[in-house]
Each structure stands twice: as C-alpha cells, then as structure tokens.
C-alpha cells in the first residue's frame, strides 16, 4: 500500500469519523482526530482539556494555538513517519497554513484532502441520533445505523450532539473551516466526495478517489 498523508474535510455529522475508521484499516495508517484527542483530554482533565471544554460544549472551535500545538506534537511521532488521516484538523486557514509549514520543514506533502460533502438540511438529524461505543470505538446513529440493544446501556451520546450545538457547528464549519476549500483547490490536492448514500457505498467513492 502507497504511503499516503491524508486529511478528511467535512461538515460536522458529514460522516468524517466513520469513514476515517474504515480508510485507515485500508491504508494502515494512524487515524488522528483531533475532536477524539480534545475530548480525552477534557476526560483526563488536563489543562488543555479545561481550556477546550467550554468551546466544545458550545459547539465553538476550539482556539487555533491550543488545536495548532496539539496535532504538530502528534503528526511528528514515530507511527506517523509512513503516512496519517487527520479527521477534524485542520478547521481554520491558519490551522492549514502552520500544518504545511510544518511539513514543509519535516520535508514531506500532503497527499489528498478528501471533503465529504453532505447538504446542511441533513446535518442536524445525522449528528443528533448519534451514539458511539466507548469500548470499539463504533459509530452508530439509532436511526440509520442502529447499535445491537446489549450494547444500548454503555453507548455514549456526544454533549455538543444536541440541535443547538450542531446549528452553531455547522455556522463554524461554512465561515471557519470552508475557507480551507479553496486553499487545498489552489495545491490541486482537494477530492470532493459525496457524502450522501449508505456508508459502504462512501468509503468506495473515497478509496476510488484516492487511487485516481
Ligand atoms: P469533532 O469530534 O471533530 O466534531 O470535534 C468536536 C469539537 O472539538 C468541535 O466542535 C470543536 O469544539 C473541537 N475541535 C475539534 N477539532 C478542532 C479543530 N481542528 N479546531 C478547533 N476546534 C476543534
């Protein structure tokens, strides 16, 4: 398998972390999300952890220095030498502009940036019937991915999975993150893939457009 350095672009509830979880079985990569990194360290109760807690209960972003810090110190160990995913970073112009300084001084490119493109009307049911299992680590949603009923008790429903949070994530994602559209448009590494469809059906279109 070709060494591949990936980012996953998205709409929150777009599907990105459900399909991150499925490439990198393909690719054997490390899957790094940044939202999964923010909410182990609000758990832990770090110091970033109670920096970030605020923001994402709001459904706010997180400010770029503490997000920025973070996916540099992660993206320059070991396991990330042969090629990564990030999934949910970068969300910011400046978030892509210091992660391709940074790899520009590592020596190394990025492969694709793969947007997952879901209308916003769809976004809101997608995110609120949410639940993941703390344990895989599987996404479900009640609805269209409906988790076995034994496993019902342990599931975990995301506090920023709530109407109000995901109106204001999807305001941040069209003002703060859609401006990095254009900016990977410009590199001529961007792969817009439909996000609409049953999820097998998405991870071929994806793994289609990163074979091309
Ligand atoms: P996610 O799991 O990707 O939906 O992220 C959940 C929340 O974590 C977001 O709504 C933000 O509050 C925060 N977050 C995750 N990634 C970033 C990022 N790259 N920049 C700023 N905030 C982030």
Known sequence: ??????????????????????????????????GDMLRAAVKEGTNLGKEA??????????????????????????????????????????QAEALDTAMTK???????????????QLLEERACGRRSDPETGLIYHLK????PPEIAER?????????????????????????IVPYYQNKGILERVDGVGDPDEITKRITAVLKS
């Open 1 to 34: 398998m070709r060494l591949m350095r990936m980012i996953l672009v998205g709409p929150p509830g777009a599907g990105k972390g459900t399909q991150a979880a499925r490439l990198v079985e393909t690719y054997k990569i490390p899957h790094i999300s940044s």
């Open 53 to 94: 807690d605020t923001f994402m209960k709001a459904g706010k972003l997180v400010p770029d220095d503490v997000v920025i810090g973070m996916i540099l110190e992660r993206v320059a160990k070991p396991d990330c030498a042969n090629g990564f995913m990030l999934d949910g970073f970068p969300r910011t112009r400046p």
């Open 106 to 120: 590592a020596n190394v490119k990025l492969d694709a940036v793969v947007l997952i493109e879901v209308p916003d």
């Open 144 to 147: 269209y991915n409906p988790p």
């Open 155 to 179: 599931l975990v429903h995301r506090k920023d999975d709530t109407v109000e949070a995901v109106t204001t994530r999807v305001q941040k994602y069209h003002s703060e993150t859609e401006p």
